[in-house]
């Protein structure tokens, strides 16, 4: 998948479960700094990020990274 689709994707899921940046760093234990570089699309986010990202938000990795999609 694109880069940027990724980091676009983890942004709205994010925005639509209602949580900020900070909150959701905070959750999975990263900064906000990696969170928004992830969010951007300037640094690709390794399967462990993504798994915390997906469980933080409730949603399976395959949908946050639509793997399944085009």
Do not use: Y
């Not at 905070?26 to 969170?35: H, K, N, P, T, Y």
């Amino acid at each position: 998948m694109d880069l940027m689709k990724e980091a676009l994707r983890i942004r709205a899921f994010r925005k639509l479960k209602g949580f900020t940046q900070t909150e959701l760093a905070e959750r999975i234990g990263v900064s906000v700094s990696v969170l928004g570089a992830v969010e951007r699309g300037a640094r690709k986010a390794d399967p462990k990020l993504v798994e915390l990202i997906s469980k933080a938000l409730d949603i399976p990795p395959e949908e946050l990274l639509s793997r399944n999609h085009n």
